[in-house]
């Protein structure tokens, strides 16, 4: 049987997989001249993508999972509680992480080339950890939590995550709020996550 708790978590998961796979190809093409946006729209779009990150699965999915999951996780499969604790230290310095990211972009983009380097760096390190850290949640804390919940603990999972409305998640009603963000976001990125 799954869970729409389950399902709504990988399908975050796949979401931000395609926004941070995005946000790299967009970095390793530049801004040049013959590059596929103009400096100003090229900055505009990744501050965007940023923002998103910053604004949904930090402030949106990873607390439900630190809050809600990984705690019954913990109490039901002890033997993965190591494995919590360091996804919930990763969730802790997840949005220091991307105000970072913000500020080295500001930096490139106001002070020009001589500080890409430091944003790319970062930036592709950010995506490595990101996608490692995905990956250990599906691979470790996803199936104990299949193994050992109960019924009434996915009941509270399913409610609290059920609420979850993925912005750019094209196959879920979208929260008006974010309508700005998903069109900037759609028209101007590149592939797996726009249209750009």
Request: zero cysteines.
């Amino acid at each position: 049987m799954t869970h729409d708790a389950l399902r709504v978590i990988r399908d975050e998961h796949a979401s931000l997989a395609a926004m941070l796979q995005s946000l790299l190809l967009m970095v390793r093409q530049g801004d040049t001249p013959d590059g596929p946006e103009k400096p100003e729209l090229f900055f505009d779009v990744l501050r965007a993508m940023l923002f998103y990150i910053d604004e949904f699965p930090e402030k949106r999915h990873h607390p439900k999972e630190t809050e809600l999951l990984f705690p019954r996780v913990a109490q039901a499969a002890p033997e993965v509680r190591e494995v919590i604790a360091q996804l919930d230290r990763d969730h802790a310095h997840g949005e220091a992480r991307v105000r970072q990211l913000m500020h080295l972009l500001m930096a490139w983009e106001l002070l020009g080339d001589s500080r890409r380097q430091a944003f790319v760096s970062e930036v592709t390190q950010y995506v490595d950890f990101y996608l490692e850290h995905m990956a250990l949640e599906e691979s470790q804390i996803l199936p104990a939590a299949e193994r050992a919940l109960s019924e009434e603990d996915w009941h509270v999972l399913n409610l609290a995550f059920d609420t979850n409305r993925d912005p750019i998640n094209r196959s879920l009603p979208r929260d008006p709020q974010f309508d700005r963000l998903f069109t900037r976001i759609v028209m101007r990125a590149p592939s797996p996550v726009g249209l750009g």
